[in-house]
């Protein structure tokens, strides 16, 4: 049990590692390139990828969760496995070479029928891996997969920089990418010793498997992915590459760093299922653990939304700020549908979830559209959109309280301190203004170019660490005078006794 339990927690920092400093790559490469390409370019290289993830979803066939969910996965299981991936995928870049043509339609640009093309061989190089990363995953060993990742993310991303800077082109990123998938795909030969062949003897029973992993991943998609069609189509590429940008490389990295973070935390709530006060209790300190982490950041980008935007990507994308302000509410409540979606599947509430991930797909899917027909301007739109995903997320959250029966005054333990620490991040504005390190300059996104990226960057890290500061601060204080709470005993069990100092106390 320990063996299993510490090869665990190996593979689970080896994944966090590998994921970080991925994300932090891909965060300085964005900081360099959209100071030398346009959003135009970044529109383009976005719904290019849109298209490609839709026909990579339709090929989905759960090939790893199949073998990884067998107890005792035989050779034909593997080579089933390997063979339907080839052919759906197969089939479906065939459909996508055929029906290129008609996409560029859509974004009314003749150029992308060759971009979507090329960039469509990613379906097949995913497929043609070796099926012995499934058996490595099984048996939780990712040391050399994470390695050749990593390798294969960093030729490819000096790659991707050299040619950006060289020709300027969108066609930097699709040589980067088509650039890491062969690289990994012949790494996948070498670091294990399988040989596939081809098998059809199991398909059938793999499909069956593989039907509610489709359906799954086309309603995520279109949840995911339908507002940057619609702004592709309504106001067009350099729009979409503004906005999805954004999206991409502040949303979405947040939240794929907090994921594993949690998920050890997310993993007690199934032991505490039939107590509801150790459940409530749980998932309060869960929910405040995250809202800890995620409201500094909303709150440091709602305020210097300028400086934000032009340290990440420089001073040519006039509507960043504006998207900047309008992401921060969801950044903050983003994660939190970790949390309640654990808690619910742990008491069988997992209808619950289904029935709110509907709605929430409704509202996303009519947002936009009705939103056009008062304005088509960039930023309101992303107002538009991501307020509605702040009213859904809360909305959740009481729906998790109310099917859990956890009393709504314990709400106040998350609620309360945020509240009091964002009013006191709120005034960190107000006292920066008049610092002497040009703060005062900052909130006029035209001037922040005169003034230099690394005293922008200097002022920014200032700011930000004062916010944190201050909101850690007034949080902790908050969190350990609530001496009467469930949450305050559970926090001076679990963290406060290990402190040396506080033990005799």
Not at 135 to 161: A, C, E, G, N
Not at 253 to 268: C, D, G, K, Q, V
Not at 437 to 449: G, H, P, Q, R
Not at 467 to 494: D, H, P, R
Request: aromatic share 12%.
């Amino acid at each position: 049990m320990s063996v299993n339990l510490n090869s665990l927690i190996k593979s689970s920092s080896i994944l966090l590692f590998a994921k970080l400093f991925q994300k932090i790559i891909g965060l300085i490469v964005l900081m360099i390139l959209a100071r030398v390409l346009t959003p135009d370019e970044f529109g383009i290289i976005i719904f290019c990828t849109i298209v490609i993830q839709l026909f990579n979803i339709l090929a989905v066939s759960g090939s790893d969760q199949y073998i990884i969910s067998k107890d005792n996965p035989s050779e034909n299981d593997i080579n089933s496995a390997w063979t339907l991936d080839i052919v759906l995928k197969g089939s479906l870049y065939f459909i996508l070479f055929i029906t290129a043509p008609f996409i560029d339609l859509i974004v009314e640009d003749t150029n992308l029928t060759l971009a979507i093309r090329v960039l469509g061989l990613i379906l097949l190089f995913e497929a043609l891996q070796n099926p012995g990363l499934f058996l490595l995953r099984k048996q939780h060993k990712y040391l050399d997969i994470t390695k050749y990742q990593v390798i294969s993310r960093l030729f490819s991303t000096i790659m991707l920089v050299l040619i950006a800077l060289k020709y300027k082109s969108y066609w930097a990123f699709i040589v980067a990418d088509m650039t890491y998938w062969a690289f990994f795909l012949l790494s996948t030969y070498k670091f294990s010793n399988y040989r596939p062949r081809l098998d059809i003897s199991r398909v059938r029973e793999q499909m069956n498997f593989s039907k509610w992993m489709l359906s799954k991943g086309i309603l995520g998609y279109i949840r995911s992915q339908s507002d940057s069609f619609y702004i592709s189509k309504i106001i067009g590429t350099e729009a979409l590459g503004e906005y999805g940008s954004i999206k991409n490389n502040v949303l979405l990295i947040i939240l794929e760093i907090l994921r594993p973070i949690t998920e050890p935390l997310l993993a007690s709530f199934s032991h505490a299922k039939n107590n509801i006060t150790e459940l409530a209790t749980k998932v309060n300190i869960t929910l405040t653990f995250i809202a800890s982490l995620t409201a500094p950041i909303a709150a440091y980008i709602y305020f210097f939304p300028e400086l934000t935007a032009y340290i990440l990507l420089g001073s040519n994308w006039p509507s960043a700020p504006g998207i900047l302000q309008a992401i921060s509410p969801v950044i903050f409540l983003a994660a939190l549908p970790f949390v309640t979606n654990a808690a619910l599947t742990s008491v069988g509430r997992v209808k619950d979830i289904f029935i709110w991930e509907l709605l929430s797909l409704f509202v996303v899917l009519l947002i936009i559209p009705v939103s056009v027909i008062f304005t088509t301007d960039l930023v309101k739109l992303a107002w538009a959109r991501f307020l509605s995903e702040a009213i859904l997320i809360p909305t959740l959250i009481i729906i998790c309280y109310v099917r859990l029966g956890i009393s709504a005054v314990r709400l106040k333990v998350v609620v309360f301190p945020i509240i009091v620490s964002s009013a006191c991040a709120y005034a960190v504005k107000y006292l920066t203004d008049y610092q002497s390190f040009y703060v005062a300059k900052l909130d006029n996104y035209s001037e922040l170019s005169n003034i230099g990226f690394f005293q922008c960057l200097v002022a920014s890290s200032i700011i930000f660490l004062f916010t944190l500061t201050l909101y850690s601060s007034v949080y902790i204080a908050i969190i350990l005078t609530s001496q009467k709470t469930e949450e305050y005993k559970f926090i001076k069990n679990k963290i406060l006794l290990r402190i040396p100092g506080l033990r005799n106390e």
